[in-house]
């Protein structure tokens, strides 16, 4: 069974300043990788996803992550933040025999202050 | 494209009663997945539909049904409701699933049980 842990509930940070949101994961098998973010009473909007290539990966809102297979980590990054970045982020993987049933982390609140 | 649409916004019902919501992919996705939310228990993968079968389940209790339309519109059904059921639901719609695709969520039904 696959389980995806994100390591941090709330990640406060100054406005500007760099922010990382970690996430774990476990699987038997081959994995596609996401980052979703959700604002207040919104559904959930695609920040950027791996599956396959470049272990790099650019999104929107000038957010990146690294899929690092060995440690089995795909965290988040953005060197900037700005107010509006204050959200809920959750890291979310699907098996790739699996169709359209993601397996989500629980999710990390980011709140930035000026 | 018109983005993935879910009616109603919000609902209110009372314990025991049942309830449907429903969602529109995006035009030409053909697969439908249905999600739950709950500040306890996070994000839950319900069910997914494609090409009105079934094509993978969570683990909820048999009062959680789905079903999905030849014009690939999909409803849930939450028969004989209990409070913890009070969540927000998402859906979700892919292109087929057949490649390594992304999903495109909804923004959700609110439903509070009384």
């Known amino acids: 069974a696959q389980s995806v842990t994100q390591l941090d509930s709330q990640v406060p940070v100054f406005e500007e300043a760099p922010v990382e949101l970690r996430c774990n994961y476990s699987?038997?098998?081959?994995?596609?990788l996401f980052w979703y973010v959700q604002y207040p009473n919104q559904g959930l909007q695609l920040l950027l996803k791996?599956?396959?290539?470049?272990?790099l990966v650019k999104g929107i809102n000038g957010f990146e992550a690294e899929f690092n297979k060995s440690q089995t980590s795909f965290h988040l990054r953005k060197p900037s933040v700005h107010i509006s970045d204050t959200a809920e982020y959750f890291c979310?993987?699907?098996?790739?025999?699996?169709?359209?049933?993601?397996?989500f982390g629980a999710g990390t609140q980011v709140v930035v202050t000026p | 494209k018109a983005g993935v649409t879910q009616t109603p916004r919000y609902l209110i019902k009372t314990r025991g009663q049942q309830v449907t919501l429903s969602c529109s992919p995006i035009?030409?996705?053909?697969?439908v997945s249905w999600y739950q939310q709950t500040p306890g228990q996070g994000l839950q993968f319900l069910f997914e539909?494609?090409?009105?079968?079934?094509?993978n389940k969570g683990n909820f209790p048999g009062r959680f049904s789905g079903r999905q339309f030849s014009n690939s519109r999909s409803e849930m059904n939450v028969s004989t409701l209990e409070l913890g059921d009070s969540a927000l639901y998402l859906c979700?719609?892919?292109?087929?699933?057949?490649?390594?695709?992304?999903?495109?969520f909804g923004p959700g039904t609110r439903l509070t049980v009384l």
């Open positions: 035009s030409g996705h053909r697969s």
């Open positions: 979700a719609s892919l292109p087929s699933g057949l490649a390594p695709d992304t999903q495109y």
């Open positions: 979310a993987v699907r098996e790739t025999d699996s169709w359209g049933k993601l397996q």
């Open positions: 791996y599956l396959s290539g470049s272990t």
């Open positions: 699987s038997s098998v081959s994995v596609y």
């Open positions: 539909y494609f090409s009105e079968t079934q094509r």
